[in-house]
């Protein structure tokens, strides 16, 4: 897998809109990947294939306790319900974040890389990272969404740091999984000194791969 160089304002490709992919060919599988590659190196949770200088309708997401990325080819979101105020960065955007709004629920279709269709219901972070995704394809950024030029602020040198070096852990603790077949994910991010400081802990779902684990399969 490659590295892919993420374009940034004011790329023109940026504000172009993609086109609908024909055919899911190993040539989209390929891209797909060096995608998810390209989001890792630069610790992102989404990113659109015209950020990559690809005018194709190909997204790749992996939220923060999510084990494997997504990839959605042709996304659409079909419905948005309620609304809500978030804080919102792009890796094409960067050193920023702006106060937007968007929905707290979305649902949306796509095709995965082999073809299968697919029907998506997301909330919160999930329904958020695909808004800003599909409108990457659509040419448009969430600054585009800002409602003042006050709402976006230029990240700090320490805030920048802090960001960049945001980390889940998956904490053991078989009580919990035996119990209610749920895991326990701690967000954490690097303080001045090196130390990792805990900022949010989420309980997910465990995957069979975990229960599994646990009953030593």
Known sequence: MAILQIRTVPDPILRRKSRRVRAVDDAIRKLARDMIATLHDAGGIGLAAPQVGELKRLVVLQLPDEDDPRIL????ITRREGEREVEEGCLSVPGYLGTIMRAERVKARAVNEWGAKLRLTAEEMFAQALEHEVDHL??????DHLKSHEDLHEIGADDESEHQHDFAVEVEDN???KSRGEKRILIAGNSHGGIAEVKDEVIVKATEKDLGRLSGW
Request: glycine share 16%; charged share 15%.
């Open 73 to 76: 080819v042709n996304p659409e």
């Open 138 to 143: 659509d040419g448009i950024l969430y600054l």
């Open 175 to 177: 009580g919990l999984m």
